[in-house]
């Protein structure tokens, strides 16, 4: 196994600092954070489950309504999350402790200090004004804190699994998934209660539908994203000065108390305009700049990831392991998919499965390449990725589709892009005949 070099990768070596090989979980079990998140975790867990078991002997079905509709609802998001970070997969354990610390300890430990600090804020200044603006102040400054923690609590229990912004991004985006789960059902039950008609699934389902797609989109997820890439940035480039690394961890927190802010503050709070469409427009203008900024974040780091790791495979010049197109599509989503639809076009699903597997083997490749300063011939890892991936190209060769590239007859505008696009012109349809109903009835 020969290679030409690092230089490929030079420009994007301080944005990733790949997982060295010696980390190894078990070694968590000798840091004294690690008990004591496991004590925190136990402690909000327990909480969590005193909750649910008195929503559950007063409102037995809308409560498992509210678990199980939120339960799936969580499902697209997770996976979503999960898909950001391809060539470099977090943890799955990890990515379990994430979405706990959000629906379990952030949560609970919220309730009672987001209503503490709305006291607060009423005797310091008034309570007409903790009635306007004390939800805008207090869930921030509470939640976004106790969110941002569970990302801290990764680092020191499992810092070298965070080695990039994205990988902040993910951690930080579970914790706020998490969270907004666990809001939700709570907030279901208390709507049930609030009604007082007795153990009905109607106020379930319409808080599933106003909290999980009138606010999901640009709710704790995105908040906390902006958080995690915050305190990556400043745990990873350790290139930069102390106070660049200070700036982009205040940049981070202080935009996801930002966004919150304003998500949870009176403005627009009766739109723009009369009717329906005026209500949904002022949704629209406190909720999309939070989702565009944390879109335009997340594309900024995906590439930078995808840069390095790709230049991994590029110094090896071997187009047995990536041919110069492939090495093209590889740090692109919706390229990838495109290749693997290729694939089962020509070669039906045996060839969809091959091109994936050929993706799969040359991203493990790449992450293993970047993980050594050295190729050795003797380094048994290396040899077994590199052998996975020549196997792969087999089957491709096999079947008659030597290279895992896109059709050359696929459209000018990728069909991600249409495909969000009518998504998103269906759900704004869908939301605003639902708000005008619910101001007919």
């Not at 607060?120 to 869930?139: D, H, N, Q, Y």
């Not at 939640?143 to 990302?151: D, N």
């Not at 205040?250 to 469409?277: E, I, K, Q, R, Y």
């Not at 050359?408 to 969000?420: E, K």
Request: aromatic share 8%.
């Amino acid at each position: 196994m020969t290679v030409a070099g690092r230089s490929g990768g030079r420009r994007w070596r301080f944005s990733v600092r790949p997982t060295p090989r010696a980390a190894r979980a078990l070694k968590s079990l000798q840091l004294p954070a690690f008990w004591l998140l496991g004590l925190i975790m136990l402690a909000g867990i327990v909480r969590l489950l005193e909750i649910l078991r008195t929503d559950m002997a007063r409102f037995p079905v809308a409560t498992t309504s509210a678990v199980l509709l939120f339960a799936v609802y969580a499902v697209p998001f997770w996976l979503f999350i999960a898909s950001m970070d391809f060539l470099e997969r977090e943890p799955p354990l990890l990515m379990a402790t994430a979405f706990a610390w959000g629906g379990a300890v952030a949560t609970t430990a919220a309730i009672p200090g987001t209503q503490a600090a709305h006291d607060l804020i009423a005797k310091l200044i008034s309570p007409a004004f903790a009635a306007t603006w004390g939800s805008a102040i207090a869930g921030p400054t509470i939640e976004e804190l106790l969110k941002a923690l569970g990302v801290v609590m990764i680092v020191l229990v499992a810092r070298k699994q965070l080695n990039s912004v994205l990988d902040g991004m993910v951690y930080g985006a579970l914790i706020g998934l998490g969270y907004q789960v666990v809001e939700d059902i709570i907030f279901a039950v208390n709507a049930v209660a609030l009604r007082g008609q007795g153990d009905g699934i109607g106020p379930v389902v319409a808080t599933f539908f106003l909290r999980g797609f009138l606010a999901g989109l640009w709710s704790h997820t995105l908040f906390t994203a902006l958080a995690g890439a915050g305190i990556a940035w400043f745990v990873v480039r350790t290139d930069k000065p102390m106070w660049w690394r200070l700036g982009g961890l205040g940049l981070g927190l202080g935009l996801a108390w930002l966004t919150h802010f304003v998500w949870n503050s009176p403005l627009f709070a009766d739109g723009l305009g009369s009717g329906a469409a005026g209500v949904l427009l002022g949704m629209l203008g406190k909720g999309l700049p939070a989702l565009a900024m944390v879109l335009a974040l997340l594309w900024v780091a995906r590439h930078r990831e995808a840069h390095y790791y790709v230049a991994q495979l590029a110094r090896l010049h071997d187009p047995q392991i990536a041919t110069p197109g492939e090495l093209q599509i590889m740090g692109h989503g919706h390229l990838r998919a495109d290749a693997r639809r290729y694939g089962k076009a020509r070669c039906g699903r045996a060839g969809e499965r091959a091109v994936r597997g050929l993706q799969t083997a040359q991203a493990r490749f790449a992450v293993e390449l970047s993980r050594v300063d050295h190729i050795t011939p003797g380094d048994m890892l290396l040899v077994h990725c590199r052998d996975e991936v020549l196997a792969q190209r087999q089957r491709l060769v096999a079947l008659g589709h030597p290279e895992a590239l896109v059709s050359p007859m696929r459209p000018a505008i990728p069909r991600v892009v249409v495909l969000g696009a009518l998504f998103a012109v269906a759900l704004f349809l869908l939301i605003w005949q639902a708000l005008r109903h619910m101001n007919a009835a």
